[in-house]
């Protein structure tokens, strides 16, 4: 029961090209009611999709491509929150501002629906309460991991911890394909840029894992990460 309405203009004014439908295993949240219109679009690398503090009037969800949510700090430093691959929601507020701003990492299609129609939704459609609670109870689970892994990891183990989690999420036929740079790893870490690339070479060093390039990368012995990672 999909009602699609494909548009050129994104929220904000922002002008992209319509993208074909797809699919993806969670795609059910956001339009499996009869009830909710869905808009996709295709974001460039480095677009800005909402900013901190903008009306979260949708909500979101990644059909193909990679999404970074971060703040900005008063200094400058920019601490990314969470990376969003295909198939994740995002942009689901409990208030009425988006906390957090939220770019393509690469040139990304992002499927957008109405957040007051999502919610009236959840009221009449049960599975849609429990999907939408699921989507926020994992991000809870995140972000309480994500504020232990920067106050209680070193270096290594932050390093550990986050090729171990892409590892889960995007490994294919053993090999796993980063999205993002270097940099983005470290603003998702707490880490420098030097400080990402030291640990990664010693894990190299080590034999843990390979670096066929910057952003190819062979997980040899997954048994040491989850040691670090403990």
């Not at 909500?59 to 295909?86: C, E, N, P, W």
């Not at 290594?156 to 090999?175: I, K, N, P, Q, S």
Request: charged share 25%.
């Amino acid at each position: 029961m999909l009602s699609q309405s494909i548009s050129t203009s994104a929220p904000g004014g922002r002008k992209v090209a319509p993208a074909p439908a797809a699919t993806t295993d969670h795609f059910d949240v956001l339009t499996g009611h009869a009830g909710l219109v869905a808009s996709e679009f295709i974001y460039r690398k480095d677009e800005e999709i909402y900013g901190e503090d903008e009306t979260a009037e949708y909500v979101y969800q990644v059909v193909r491509g990679a999404v970074r949510t971060y703040k900005l700090l008063s200094d400058g430093r920019r601490q990314i929150g969470a990376f969003h691959l295909a198939g994740d929601v995002f942009g689901l507020e409990t208030g009425m501002k988006h906390r957090l701003a939220a770019e393509a990492i690469l040139d990304t299609t992002v499927r957008l629906v109405n957040r007051r129609s999502l919610e009236q939704a959840a009221h009449s459609d049960v599975r849609v309460a429990r999907d939408l609670w699921s989507i926020t109870s994992g991000e809870l689970r995140h972000a309480e991991n994500h504020m232990l892994l920067l106050g209680r990891k070193t270096a290594m183990e932050r390093v550990a911890t986050f090729l171990l989690e892409m590892d889960r999420r995007l490994a294919r036929a053993g090999m796993i394909a980063l999205p993002m740079c270097r940099r983005d790893i470290g603003d998702y870490l707490g880490l420098t840029l030097e400080t990402v690339s030291r640990s990664l070479s010693e894990l190299q060093a080590k034999g843990v894992l390979g670096l066929s390039s910057a952003r190819q990368i062979l997980l040899r012995d997954r048994h040491q990460l989850a040691v670090l990672n403990c």
